[in-house]
């Protein structure tokens, strides 16, 4: 098992930025993928960033390429993701997610975690 917890969501006017972490707890955090996913009320849980296991390689969604940067600390069982240049439509329910680690495209898609975080809310006003 692994246990994950978000944390750093929080409101925001456009324009701005937040930095989020996920704290890992149980098995070997350098076993797994990471990933960043968001969910918006009454939309689908959609993926936004993945990192490999050591941080070689990372994957985003389009709609976040350039203002959001995922990131991970093994030493500190961590997996951040910076958001720059926030726009109201980032408006979601933040959760970050630990899975078997595959092709770094692969990663996008939710069918390969098996771990979730409890998620964190990001507000964005405009």
């Known amino acids: 098992q692994v246990q994950l917890v978000e944390s750093g969501g929080g409101l925001v006017q456009a324009g701005g930025s937040l930095s989020l972490s996920c704290a890992a707890s149980?098995?070997?955090?350098?076993?797994?993928?990471m990933g960043w996913f968001r969910q918006a009320p009454g939309k689908e849980r959609d993926f936004i960033a993945a990192?490999?296991?050591?941080?070689?390689?990372?994957y985003y969604a389009d709609s976040v390429q350039g203002r959001f940067t995922i990131s991970r600390d093994n030493a500190k069982n961590t997996v951040n993701l910076q958001m720059n240049t926030l726009k109201p439509e980032d408006t979601a329910v933040y959760y970050c997610?630990?899975?078997?680690?595959?092709?770094?495209?692969?990663?996008?898609?939710?069918?390969?975690?098996?771990?979730w975080g409890q998620g964190t809310q990001v507000t964005v006003s405009s």
């Open positions: 990192i490999s296991r050591f941080g070689l390689s990372k």
């Open positions: 149980g098995r070997t955090f350098s076993n797994y993928a």
């Open positions: 997610a630990a899975g078997v680690p595959k092709a770094i495209a692969t990663m996008s898609s939710r069918d390969n975690y098996s771990y």
